[in-house]
């Protein structure tokens, strides 16, 4: 559909140039009074003029032109389009002009627009803020706007709010006036032309660390009272963040400062606002002595992602919501550029192959999606924040920039960059840079990975490269999954040399490397593997030559033919053996994965020969690591000593491990990667009180990272009692931002899990009412682990058939439905191999 035919978006009869925002916001009455002045050039003679609003009580529109006023006489508003029309009592003519108009709003309790959130600080006083979240089209519920992408203009924001209260915006406060009431108006400067999604305004009782100079721009961490502790990492990540940024792209910052805000209520992980960056608490504040790795890097990595959209996304911006992709993909590869260049300890690639896995298990069902898509409705760009977008699409551009070489990647970027700052794009203009700058055909090759579902399976067999689609049972109708690829694969011989490029298309290509041979050499081809009898012959003996990602690779690859019914458990479990004594917990992750999923669909006497397996790979790795740290740690052994904990203390039912565990708690030392696996170990054994004493500890919690370790860990509780009591809390008591992944993660629990998940349903017009839109397809997220009850899984089907999510989020469920699919297939292949 092309732009003008759309009816979701605006005639380009009226182009806007530049807004002056006023607001006053009522934070004890949730409300706020506003008028907008925007210059306009108006291109044709009208009578009526369509903008959006959405939620907003609107005065009469007022339009100044050449020294005339013309004055609205009505306005008709339509809801499918959320759209307002002004009737004027004139024609206004072509030419410059300012548009103004009054209006009154509600601060929501949504997560979007203009909206309220709260927090108590350590006194138990309750506090207010009022702030915003305007990504995709929500700018237009706090003020009347062009609220496309392509409509950038400059915007002046101006607040008066009470005078004890703290405020920000994109850019810098210009003038602050005291009102003599209990009042102050902050007047802050105008900002750089961009779309209205990125405009912010936050109000309330914050604090801020003093301000670093990063090469003339002033940076600051902003926490709401009695949490500045906690900002030290994400100061120290976002001064790295806006050097390294600055740098790779060869263009400066394009704001005048940076302020990265922390919000107790927020829907998302973070959003990349220019200049003033909001976040979720535990995207940003964080203690490192107590906090896990994992929690610690997320941190640093969210950061480098919100700051890598201050270029790619706030600059540059997309034409239309379709190229949305790109925006979040972009901004996911290069946080882990960045974060790789600030702590190359942490080995954030390898990292990364679990949640690439994660996109790729999705990639493998017939309902997947292409990465870009037609977007007609904005509410069509809602499943495009999901793991394809983020984890897949940053790891095609990972894939892309292998093949092309580092720096002659860099350059079409900055390419790109130079051409259109300030502007819009679509995807193929970064291609067309990248082609340019290369000469390799990146158009061609990538159409081919964006613009259908699914990834190849590539094989090595018999010294040669084919192709053929994934999926994970035999092919449906209809299905997204494409039919070929064109891959740059890289290959490499275990006995050295320089890597094998290879470009993949439909002929097989012959692979002249040395056997034994890697396939997918270094980690990065998005793809699954396979390898002829005689390939994996040659290589079995010398896995533990793979490099780390390589070994991550194999064992996520063995994983999914697993799922697949392409190989036996005994297939997967020698392969698991050959990991060796590496502290590395990436591959381990994915056996800890297989266990828990393959016993789920054994009866007791099979599981019995399930948990001596596990106990037979995991036993010596705790041998060899021990409870505590040791000098000769890696930064990542933590990890693994969890991973290893948390499946002997599971499903491996081990007393010893138990036992300590139980110590450990009642002795308070649950810091660092152990926290959580102990938690979860100490919450399977379902001791009287525990469960009160998990509740007290989440309500009394001293960071945001142990507030989360204790709500996921209520999920490990097998009693029902329990269990529901939880469930009941997520209505009640527990941040909406929450609610829905701790209930569709509790829905995972084996024991209680369906009664959760029936709980939650028997609550669905309030669930889907109370939580933000955006978590609707997260409360089916449990049902992927329904698969050893026929019943239950028709059941669970036909409720979320019967009952499916609004907003563009259908696609999720669906999904997630299927996987629930192929697992219910998998749990009957694994009962008769045992």
């Avoid at 914050?206 to 949490?227: C, H, N, S, Y």
């Avoid at 000593?641 to 081990?654: M, P, S, T």
């Avoid at 369906?754 to 449990?782: C, K, Q």
Wanted: charged share 20%.
């Amino acid at each position: 559909m092309t732009e003008s035919s759309n009816p979701y978006r605006l005639a380009r009869t009226v182009v806007p140039s530049a807004y002056r925002i006023f607001l006053t916001p009522d934070l004890e009455k949730a409300t706020f009074a506003g008028r907008v002045e925007v210059d306009i050039e108006i291109t044709e003679t009208m009578s009526e003029m369509t903008l959006h609003a959405l939620d907003l009580e609107l005065g009469a529109a007022t339009v100044s032109s050449d020294g005339t006023s013309y004055r609205s006489l009505e306005h008709r508003w339509d809801e499918t389009y959320q759209t307002v029309t002004f009737v004027f009592d004139r024609d206004l003519p072509p030419g410059p002009a300012v548009f103004e108009i009054a209006f009154d709003g509600v601060l929501n309790d949504k997560l979007v627009g203009f909206y309220r959130s709260t927090f108590v600080d350590d006194q138990g006083t309750t506090h207010v803020i009022a702030t915003t979240q305007f990504e995709e089209t929500d700018a237009r519920r706090a003020f009347p706007c062009w609220d496309e992408p392509i409509f950038k203009a400059t915007y002046q924001v101006n607040l008066t709010i009470p005078s004890h209260l703290a405020a920000y915006s994109n850019s810098p406060l210009d003038v602050n006036t005291d009102l003599g009431n209990g009042q102050r108006s902050l007047s802050f400067k105008p900002t750089m032309k961009m779309s209205t999604y990125l405009v912010a305004f936050v109000i309330g009782p914050f604090e801020e660390t003093p301000a670093v100079d990063v090469d003339g721009v002033p940076l600051r961490v902003v926490t709401p009272i009695g949490k500045l502790h906690l900002t030290d990492l994400a100061l120290e990540a976002g001064v790295f963040g806006l050097r390294w940024f600055s740098e790779y792209f060869g263009i400066p910052y394009p704001g005048e400062k940076l302020d990265m805000i922390a919000i107790p209520d927020f829907a998302a992980g973070a959003m990349e606002n220019l200049g003033c960056i909001t976040y979720r608490e535990t995207a940003l504040l964080v203690d490192p002595a107590t906090s896990s790795q994992a929690e610690i890097q997320r941190v640093a990595e969210v950061v480098h992602h919100e700051i890598a959209h201050m270029w790619f996304g706030d600059l540059v911006t997309m034409e239309w919501w379709q190229g949305i992709w790109l925006n979040e993909a972009f901004a996911t590869f290069m946080q882990l550029l960045c974060t790789n260049a600030f702590r190359p300890t942490w080995r954030v690639w390898v990292t990364q192959n679990t949640f690439r896995n994660l996109a790729l298990q999705v990639d493998g069902l017939d309902s997947t999606r292409p990465i870009e898509y037609e977007v007609i409705s904005p509410a069509d760009t809602h499943a495009m924040f999901d793991l394809l977008t983020y984890e897949k699409g940053g790891s095609t551009l990972r894939m892309l920039e292998q093949y092309l070489g580092e720096d002659v990647f860099r350059d079409g970027v900055r390419l790109y960059l130079r051409k259109h700052s300030y502007a819009n794009t679509v995807t193929t203009d970064l291609w067309d840079a990248l082609e340019e700058n290369s000469g390799q055909p990146v158009r061609e090759m990538m159409n081919t990975w964006i613009l259908q579902g699914g990834v190849p399976l590539v094989t090595l067999e018999k010294g040669q490269l084919s192709q053929q689609p994934f999926r994970y049972g035999p092919a449906k109708s209809p299905s997204a999954i494409g039919d070929h690829w064109l891959i740059p694969a890289l290959t490499r011989s275990l006995d050295g040399g320089e890597p094998s490029r290879h470009l993949l298309n439909d002929e097989a290509l012959t692979v002249s490397d040395p056997a034994p041979v890697v396939l997918n050499a270094g980690g990065w081809g998005v793809f699954r593997s396979r390898y002829g009898n005689a390939e994996l012959t040659a290589l079995s003996p010398r896995v533990s030559e793979l490099e780390e990602i390589e070994r991550a690779t194999l064992l996520a690859d063995s994983w999914a033919a697993l799922f697949a019914g392409s190989i036996a458990w005994s297939d997967f479990f020698e392969v698991a053996r050959g990991l060796g004594h590496q502290d590395e917990p990436n591959p381990w992750e994915f056996v800890a994965t297989a266990f828990d999923m393959a016993k789920r669909a054994l009866n007791e006497t099979q599981r019995e020969i399930l948990r001596t397996q596990l106990r037979e790979l995991f036993e010596p790795q705790l041998a060899r690591l021990g409870w505590d740290a040791k000098d000769s740690d890696g930064e990542l052994t933590p990890q693994l000593r969890a991973v290893v904990i948390g499946a002997l203390g599971g499903f491996g039912e081990d007393e010893a491990v138990r036992a300590e565990a139980i110590r450990r708690y009642e002795a308070g030392a649950l810091e660092g990667d152990l926290a959580q696996p102990i938690l979860r170990v100490v919450a399977t054994q379902d001791r009287p009180r525990d469960y009160e004493a998990f509740l007290e500890h989440y309500r009394r919690a001293a960071t945001p990272q142990e507030q989360m370790r204790y709500l996921i860990a209520l999920g490990s509780f097998n009693e029902e009692r329990v269990a529901l009591d939880a469930a009941e809390k997520a209505f009640s008591e527990f941040r909406t931002q929450d609610a829905p992944l701790v209930l569709s993660i509790w829905a995972r629990n084996e024991v209680t899990g369906p009664a959760v998940w029936r709980y939650m349903t028997s609550r669905w017009d309030e669930a889907t009412a109370r939580f933000p839109v955006n978590s609707h397809a997260r409360l089916a997220g449990g049902v992927t682990t329904f698969i050893n009850d026929q019943a239950l899984a028709d059941e669970a089907e036909a409720f979320h058939r019967a009952h499916p999510v609004s907003g563009g989020y259908p696609m999720n469920v669906n999904q997630q439905l299927e996987l629930m699919r192929v697992g219910i297939a998998f749990a009957a292949s694994m009962r008769q191999q045992f």
